[in-house]
Nanobody, 121 residues
Framework: VQLVESGGGLVQPGGSLKLSCRASGFPFSTWVMTWARQAPGKGFEWVASMGRGVGDEVYSGSVKGRFTISRDNAENMVYLQMDNLKPEDTAVYFC???????????????WGQGTQVTVSS
């Protein structure tokens, strides 16, 4: 399993970023894919998950209405479009194969290495 995130960076409050995750080494289209994040000094937080296709997305309350998860099963890619970003969205964002277990304290082999998103003026 390999998950490689990209697209992070520095953005001003109210701005947008689109994160990408390239997956390989497993039958991508059959798996739920998830984005999680870790803010400085805090634990891991679930952001969004998506099943096999359109209409099967769920979001945490903190990002619902601002973030959009999507996937391209032909390209083995999962995306996170982040709009109206806030300083509290500053975190390392991780791509996960499968779901997110509440209370998780460490990454597993089902996680990517993460990409930093910083929201600041």
């Amino acid at each position: 399993v390999q998950l490689v995130e990209s697209g992070g960076g520095l953005v001003q409050p109210g701005g947008s970023l689109k994160l990408s995750c390239r997956a390989s080494g497993f039958p991508f289209s059959t798996w739920v894919m998830t984005w999680a994040r870790q803010a400085p000094g805090k634990g891991f937080e679930w952001v969004a998950s998506m099943g096999r296709g359109v209409g099967d997305e769920v979001y945490s309350g903190s990002v619902k209405g601002r973030f959009t998860i999507s996937r391209d099963n032909a390209e083995n890619m999962v995306y996170l479009q982040m709009d109206n970003l806030k300083p509290e969205d500053t975190a390392v964002y991780f791509c996960l194969r499968g779901g997110f277990m509440s209370g998780t304290t460490e990454r597993t082999s089902n996680w990517g290495q993460g990409t930093q998103v910083t929201v600041s003026s």
